[in-house]
């Protein structure tokens, strides 16, 4: 598996092109995040591919092809941080209700929700400690569950700093404002 | 200045150097149209919105400049997609100009409205989808910027009927048509270097010269790097005149009907240094016997295709041409004379193609044609082919000694393609002979267009290589699916009379004599021939490497049927 973070402009369709050159080149998405960054205009990706070595370059220079792609980071082998957050909806009676609870406490998880017969659990951490909560709920019985994939950060001031090679792309502000494709 | 949408788009196109443009108009694009008029362009009417796109694509190929094709929306534009997907196989630079419903439509399934962004998205470098007057330019700008930079390839823009009519100032923001694109990093020091550490030290090294040559100008630069390191040139289909074929490194074309000197020098080379060609699989056959003993060297501008096929040990990314200009001064200079004496050798028993000494027993055979219309033409013609069996023999036996004079549709292997991108080759050299040399299959896909060649007076000559057949098709069921000929015998009008009817002149041949006094007669003969040359109908293009099977291990040409004169 290989994490890219993808900083792509804001247009319709971006999230098209994206997914449609994985699609075309055969290359699997294990989880892709997007939403805003702190820049107008530009939104932040957060892909896992199950891509290696040099497949993993592949991915990262066909992701430099599309116009809309503005920063390019393989952040799997630079210290990073990676989160992924859960709501997992367990079903409860009243003898197992604290048990839940406490394991949710172990996992410093929080409970959003207490119905007569559920709980709603939100979990942020890495993926492995978010699936080992999953185990151990599910002897109870999960009745849903909601992930957002893994989000990744490069630690320290060096963020923003990229080893990709230049590109005209990173000049956002002078791309037309014609619009893209819709989704 | 207020101007509209449509004034702002031809404008934008002369402020591009377009002189011509190749389309068919349509509702959703009549504001551009009518626009049209008040500008210095010459409009192509076409026949069938695919040949706007193959015009385009010949126009670019011809010229290295940008091909301009423009159509409505839906039909229009879906009829569009197979020259785009040509083009973007091909890295062949195209701008096509769509027109769209208007914009408060989008979505509703409006009449002749199609998801066009959507339906070319993997088939272009990038599209656009244009809303708004103000968007035009600024567009057209960028969309002919992303085309002609880097790897070439086709750019779309869908531009809405309301953008077309609705006002806007016209003037483009200076920032951005001088913006430019920034160049890639070009490869350090330590590649440099190992790559010419490989080249000096190997003894039996290979250049593979691709269409990548042709696209960054660099004939001269690749001609005087393999004379100086004497390293022998082998060439891609596309990479045909990148190295004149009458240039004594030159040894003629790899691969699936490559020669096979060629393929045995590649499986036999101990280096291989690879020039703007991806490996594509018609060149390299199987990929675990590939060129099992060369280290190689990989100079090429789009860095996704270092490794895709086929692992290299060195991959220099960066146009080809600033690429060899580094290299060229650094060069061992070489003698690589045992190494050329070896493939000479290998030629020496496996050169069958020098029909000049074949028994001439009267049967017209495919590469009697092409030979023959090699010597007349002196070898100086732009020649268009389509896909097939006639493109494997126009390859073999048309030696093509300049660059950008031989035109076909390599990657995507698009029939109908030559006679419309013949046309586009021809507006774009008026002064160039251009030849088609086209089977009877594809001729009858796009032979529409012979009533745009007749509206636009032009001087085009059509070899029809006519045996009947689907010939490739049928030849893969002869070799792999035991002679069933399922659905390739053809049927095909008198095309004599056909382009009669067209107001054009036709011949017909039909023995080997008649040949070059054919060629001849339509080379006088101002205005467009086309010649039907009734060849063998079960003839094979030899040698050949069944998909998929070792490069050295090729199927040659039989012994009976060398008989018969047409080879060997």
């Not at chain 1, 929080?110 to 080992?132: A, M, N, Q, Y």
């Not at chain 2, 690589?336 to 020496?348: F, N, Q, V």
């Amino acid at each position: 598996m290989t994490i890219f973070t993808v900083d792509v402009e804001d247009t319709p369709g971006v999230l098209t092109r994206v997914a449609s050159l994985f699609r075309r080149r055969a290359f699997n998405i294990d989880s892709l995040t997007v939403g805003r960054t702190a820049s107008p205009g530009l939104s932040r990706m957060t892909i896992v591919v199950d891509a290696e070595g040099d497949a993993a370059r592949r991915v990262e220079a066909h992701l430099y092809k599309l116009v809309n792609v503005v920063r390019v980071e393989n952040v799997t082998t630079r210290p990073a941080v990676l989160r992924d957050l859960a709501m997992i909806k367990v079903a409860t009676t009243a003898e197992t209700r604290a048990q839940i609870m406490q394991l949710a406490d172990v996992f410093r998880a929080r409970v959003l929700d207490v119905s007569p017969d559920s709980l709603v659990i939100e979990i942020t951490g890495t993926e492995d400690k978010v699936d080992g909560l999953v185990d151990v709920l599910r002897p109870y019985g999960l009745l849903e569950m909601a992930r957002t994939g893994q989000l990744a950060m490069c630690r320290g001031t060096g963020a923003a700093a990229t080893t990709a090679r230049p590109s005209r792309r990173t000049e956002v502000e002078a791309e037309p404002a014609a619009f893209a494709a819709s989704v | 200045m207020q101007k509209t949408g449509a004034q702002i788009l031809w404008e934008s196109l002369v402020r591009e150097g377009v002189d011509v443009v190749f389309g068919y108009p349509g509702g959703a694009i009549l504001p551009a149209y009518d626009a049209m008029l008040d500008y210095p362009i010459r409009h192509v009417l076409v026949r069938h919105e695919q040949g706007a796109t193959h015009m385009a694509d010949g126009y670019a190929r011809a010229t290295g400049r940008v091909g301009v094709a423009i159509a409505t929306s839906g039909p229009g534009a879906t009829n569009m997609v197979t020259g785009i997907a040509t083009a973007m196989m091909d890295s062949s630079p195209l701008v096509c100009i769509t027109g769209q419903v208007g914009s408060r439509l989008i979505g509703s399934d409006a009449f002749q409205e199609t998801d066009i962004t959507g339906i070319t998205l993997p088939i272009t470098k990038h599209n656009y989808l244009v809303t708004r007057a103000s968007d035009v330019a600024p567009t057209i700008a960028a969309a002919f910027d992303l085309a002609r930079s880097g790897r070439p390839g086709p750019v779309l823009i869908d531009i809405t009927k309301d953008a077309q009519q609705g006002s806007s100032e016209s003037g483009v923001p200076a920032d951005l048509r001088r913006r430019g694109r920034q160049p890639d990093q070009l490869p350090g020091h330590d590649l440099i270097d190992a790559a010419l550490k490989l080249i000096g030290g190997a003894e039996r090294p290979l250049i593979l010269a691709g269409h990548g040559i042709l696209l960054s100008g660099a004939s001269d630069l690749v001609r005087r790097f393999a004379e100086r390191a004497d390293v022998p040139v082998a060439m891609t289909l596309l990479g045909i005149g990148g190295i004149p074929a009458s240039h004594p490194l030159n040894l003629g074309m790899m691969g699936m009907h490559g020669e096979p000197w060629v393929n045995q020098a590649i499986q036999e080379a101990d280096l291989l240094i690879a020039i703007g060609m991806r490996f594509d699989d018609r060149v390299t056959g199987n990929l675990k016997t590939y060129a099992p003993r060369a280290k190689k060297i990989h100079l090429e501008i789009d860095p996704a295709e270092i490794n895709k096929n086929v692992p290299v040990d060195v991959g220099l990314v960066g146009d080809v041409s600033e690429l060899v200009a580094r290299l060229l001064p650094h060069v061992p200079e070489g003698d690589r004379s045992a190494w050329r004496s070896h493939i000479d050798a290998l030629k020496g028993t496996a050169a069958v193609r020098d029909i000049q000494t074949l028994p001439d027993n009267g049967h017209l055979y495919a590469a009697h044609v092409l030979h023959d219309l090699w010597r007349e033409t002196g070898g100086n013609a732009v020649v268009v082919t389509d896909v097939g069996q006639h493109q494997m023999w126009e390859a073999q036996y048309y030696h093509h000694d300049a660059p950008r004079s031989l035109i076909t549709s390599g990657g995507l292997g698009t029939m109908g393609f030559a006679l419309p991108a013949a046309i586009g080759a021809k507006v774009a050299r008026p002064d160039a002979e251009v030849w088609v040399v086209v089977g009877d299959g594809g001729f009858q896909m796009t032979l529409c267009e012979l009533a745009t060649i007749a509206q636009e007076n032009l001087d085009i000559n059509v070899a029809v290589i006519n045996n009947g057949y689907l010939g490739m098709v049928r030849q893969w069921q002869e070799f792999f699916y035991e002679r069933r000929y399922a659905a390739t015998p053809l049927a095909s009008p008198d095309f004599v009379t056909l382009a009669e009817a067209y107001g054009l002149r036709g011949m017909r041949v039909t023995e080997r004599a008649g040949v070059r006094p054919a060629v001849a007669a339509a080379r006088a003969h101002r205005g467009t021939v086309v010649i039907d040359f009734r060849v063998e109908q079960e003839d094979t293009v030899y040698p050949m490497v069944p998909a998929g099977g070792d490069l050295h291990r090729m199927i040659r040409r039989p012994p009976v049927l060398a008989e018969t004169g047409a080879d060997a």
